[in-house]
């Protein structure tokens, strides 16, 4: 979901967002763009190299650690019995 689509009021009316939409982590790392066209990009960093990067389009590059989880911390975090399927 885009930021426009999350400004949008329930009478269907825009909050006054000036674009393009930049937002920086604490160590100033461009963590989220977004233009008015709604296009949109996100980076996520760790040790100041880029791990993740998605955007509007559906390019995903993802080189974050894979975390390790117990079944019991899955069903969890997902709030829902799971089956491994494949």
């Known amino acids: 979901m885009s930021i426009k689509e999350l ?5 269907g009316k825009e909050l006054d967002i000036e674009y393009p939409i930049k937002l920086l982590d604490k160590d100033g790392n461009e963590v989220y ?5 709604g296009d949109w990009y996100k980076h996520e960093y760790k040790d100041g190299k880029m791990v993740y990067f998605e955007n509007s389009n559906g390019y995903i590059d993802d080189r974050r650690e894979p975390v390790d989880m117990t079944m019991d911390e899955v069903c969890k ?3 829902k019995k799971v089956r491994i399927v494949e």
């Open 77 to 79: 975090l997902v709030g």
């Open 33 to 37: 763009f977004e233009d008015s066209n």
């Open 7 to 11: 400004v949008k009021l329930s009478n």
